[in-house]
């Protein structure tokens, strides 16, 4: 018997991305995948991930995370392929930054990049932002960025919709 979904999607990663982030990724329906990863992009959730990964401890202050220590802290909510959240840390490198994506694709690529560039302002949360945000300690973030939340339509979309 086939499920009424459709095919279901493979949704482990490297490393089985999600168990790194603390989440369980049951709010993603469907693929956290796409393209196949090519093999230096694979090392990279072994060997820099585990380093830029929020820790499951958060410290009362954020700008501990980073080192050197940072003032402000921003966050960025579904980066992608991170361009926006690269621009922002070049742009201000005594900011730190934390980018939450939870698809696999995204993050290689936004490691990829932090590899050649050799930033050292941004950690990064790979799963839904949601249990990220009851972490967080109240009034560390001097900035929020949150792109393409619920990017495909849902069936009965006016009551399945978040409010953001």
């Known amino acids: 018997m086939s499920d009424p979904r459709g095919p279901v999607a493979d949704t482990s990663g490297p490393a089985d991305m999600a168990s790194h982030a603390g989440g369980s990724g049951g709010a993603f329906f469907g693929r956290r995948k796409s393209k196949k990863l090519r093999g230096g992009q694979s090392d990279l959730f072994g060997s820099l991930l585990p380093r830029l990964l929020l820790p499951d401890e958060l410290p009362a202050s954020l700008s501990a995370l980073f080192a050197p220590p940072v003032r402000p802290v921003g966050l960025e909510i579904g980066f992608g392929g991170g361009e926006h959240l690269l621009a922002a840390a070049r ?74």
């Open 91 to 164: 742009q201000s490198p005594d900011m730190g930054f934390i980018g939450c994506e939870p698809f696999i694709n995204g993050m290689a690529k936004m490691l990829a990049s932090i590899q050649r560039e050799g930033l050292t302002n941004i950690r990064l949360w790979c799963d839904d932002a949601a249990p990220l945000l009851h972490r967080l300690p109240a009034g560390q973030l001097e900035r929020v960025d949150l792109f393409y939340p619920d990017a495909w339509p849902k069936r009965r979309q006016h009551i399945l919709q978040r409010q953001i």
